[in-house]
């Protein structure tokens, strides 16, 4: 068993069990969901149960000179999440406590570790919704959600994470404990620390606590689906949505890849003879009916083929699960494909004003065949966020180029159409580049001037963001 002096104050302060150097557990925490990304073997994983210990273990890493790679459920899409050789890689997960619901603030204060799921439940059963929804739901955490800012299919109503995050507390690089934040309705005290923090990618300090913001549970939604024969007339659907001032709670785009893939990996029914499918809903109550309705004349008018209202809750819940399953049915896909473990996927995150969303699916069509590689496109249409996804086959080195040149390629068209590199899963690893590219020289300074304030040494999550 290695016995540095590093890993015999982590287990002064963790106790045993808390620390782990287990080569099998070292593999386990190298990296998070994104495939193709580079990932180091850690030196250790800690996993404290209190912002004490947090301190504890990032006080000892700063002593050895040894980095901290904060992690949640390694669901992260964008490498973020990845240990770099010879890390402290801080796993947030034992750190489940929800501390608080409060019913007349509206707020939760909890652990980062709580699931996501976890906490929309617990909250639910006091009437109330914590909307922030990504697909990972079941088994993201809060701070991975806050730390990447994540979204999910409610933004398009209910906005991103960042809308729901009041006040953190935050370990530091040095060691200390900061406070950001309230739990009042309003507040505006000093410089908004709280929004630099989400989003942050565990590069500025590692979140222990959260306190969010709830909401009243919605009324029940109502869900139609439209079915297309072709994205783009999906996307000019979605921007006629958007310009009749209809704000739909959902509003999910599926093309035919991805159709077939889900259709393949759990059989519900699905239009595989679609081009594209738009899952859309409305919670509005009284006025839901009528929203729906007028939801349905609007994609009928660009074109959609078919259009028709989920019949019950189990329908609508059916047609949800379906859009969730987007991302494990794509892997199937390439497994099938390519296999022996060969079929890999490069994940794309681009989001661009909803009035270009037809402009850049047909642009995705194209690039899928200028570069000759297969790709499936889903994503939340009403945000204009799109994940074209690559099929590779990564024992092939030139089926690998090509997928990454077809990532470049729709990052390019993204940002020239006046969108962002990535809508939700974050830069990591994936995106550095591309940050690079869409802020600036002036917007890297101001990047770097900020890391550089909160840890000059560069230990917290080294490489990723910029
Ligand atoms: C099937 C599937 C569907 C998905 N759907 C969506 C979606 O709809 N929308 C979306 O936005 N994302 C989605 N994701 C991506 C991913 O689930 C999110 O990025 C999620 O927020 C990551 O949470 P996590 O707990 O897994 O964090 P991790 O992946 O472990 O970490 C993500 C980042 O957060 C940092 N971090 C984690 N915890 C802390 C902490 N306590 N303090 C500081 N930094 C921390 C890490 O260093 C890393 O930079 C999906 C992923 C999968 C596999």
């Known amino acids: 068993m290695a016995a540095t002096p590093l890993l015999d104050e982590l287990r002064a302060a963790l106790g045993e069990s808390a620390v782990l150097t287990d080569p099998d557990l ?28 947090v301190v504890a273990a990032v006080r000892a890493a700063a002593r050895h000179g040894v980095p901290v790679v904060p992690q949640g459920a390694r669901t992260g899409l964008a490498g973020a999440a990845n240990a770099v050789d010879g890390a402290l890689v801080l796993s947030t997960v034992a750190m489940t406590g929800i501390r ?7 707020i939760a204060v909890v652990q980062p570790g709580v ?20 697909g990972s739901w079941e088994s993201s955490t809060i701070g991975g959600n806050v730390a990447t800012n ?16 009041l006040g953190l507390e935050v370990v530091l690089a040095s060691g200390e404990v ?26 500025l300090g590692v979140i222990t606590e959260v306190t969010v913001a709830l909401r009243p549970a919605p009324e029940e939604s109502l869900t139609l689906v439209a079915v297309f024969g072709s994205t783009t007339a999906a996307g000019t659907a979605v921007a006629r949505i958007a310009a009749q001032g209809l704000t739909p709670s959902l509003l999910e785009l599926l093309d035919r890849t991805h159709l077939r893939a889900i259709e393949a990996y759990r059989p519900m029914g699905l239009r595989t003879d679609a081009e594209a499918l738009l899952l859309a ?49 794509m892997e199937q896909l390439a497994a099938r494909t390519y296999p022996d473990g060969a079929g890999g996927l490069i994940l794309d995150d681009v989001a661009v004003p909803r009035g270009a969303l037809a402009r850049m699916l047909d642009g995705v069509a194209r690039i899928a065949v200028e570069c000759d590689v297969p790709i499936g496109v889903v ?21 690998v180029a090509r997928g990454r040149r077809a990532f470049d390629e729709i ?49 917290l999550n080294p490489g990723k963001v910029l």
């Open 178 to 203: 900061l406070r950001t934040g309230r739990r009042t309705a309003k507040g505006v005290a000093g410089y908004d620390l709280t929004r630099l923090f989400v989003g942050s990618e565990g590069t």
């Open 115 to 134: 699931v996501n799921a976890t906490l929309a439940g617990a909250v639910a059963e006091q009437g109330l919704y914590y909307p922030p929804d990504p």
């Open 100 to 106: 608080e619901i409060d019913p007349v603030a509206r």
């Open 281 to 329: 809903a409305a919670d509005t109550g009284p006025r839901a009916a009528d929203d729906l309705a007028r939801l349905a004349g609007l994609c009928t008018a660009a074109g959609a083929e078919e259009v028709y209202t989920a019949t019950d809750a189990v329908e609508a819940a059916a047609l949800l699960q379906a859009r969730r399953l987007a991302y494990p049915a």
């Open 26 to 53: 070292l593999r386990m925490h190298q990296r998070d969901e994104a495939d193709l990304c580079a990932a180091g073997t850690p030196l250790v994983v800690v996993r404290p149960r209190d912002t004490g210990e």
């Open 379 to 399: 994503g939340h249409a009403g945000d204009g966020n799109l994940h074209p996804i690559m099929v590779v086959d990564r024992a092939d080195p030139a089926s």
């Open 150 to 165: 994540a979204g999910g299919m409610c933004c398009v109503k209910y906005g991103v994470t960042s809308e729901y995050v």
């Open 411 to 459: 990052m390019r068209l993204g940002l020239a159409l006046g969108g962002t590199c990535t809508g939700e899963h974050g830069v990591g690893l994936l995106k550095r580049e591309w940050l690079a590219r869409e802020i600036g020289p002036v917007g890297v300074r101001v990047h770097q001037a900020i890391k550089s304030a909160l840890d000059p040494a560069n230990l």
